[in-house]
């Protein structure tokens, strides 16, 4: 069964690439591909940043020299 052709879209032209026409389709018959991109999107940035500990690590920190291989 052809996707329903695309509906306008301001700031887009009006034109729907065939790629973009088959992503729309597929993310259409799988929805499980949407939701596991957003878990895993907060899995590797939407996270809590513990900012004493950050603070913590840049005081550690040892300063490395501009050149190493001297």
Same mark, same amino acid.
């Given at each position: ?5 695309e #509906?306008?879209?301001?700031?887009? *032209?009006? +034109? ?6 088959f992503?729309?389709?597929? =993310? ?5 591909? #949407?939701?596991?991109?957003?878990? *895993?999107? +907060? ?10 500990? =950050?603070?913590?690590?840049r ?9 190493? +291989?001297?």
């Amino acid at each position: 069964m052809p996707a329903k052709p695309e #509906q306008y879209r301001p700031m887009a *032209g009006g +034109y729907v690439s065939e790629f973009e026409q088959f992503l729309n389709g597929f =993310l259409a018959e799988h929805p499980e591909v #949407q939701e596991e991109r957003q878990r *895993g999107w +907060y899995i590797w940035w939407d996270h809590r940043v513990d900012l004493d500990e =950050l603070d913590k690590q840049r005081q550690d920190a040892v300063a490395r020299k501009p050149y190493s +291989y001297e």
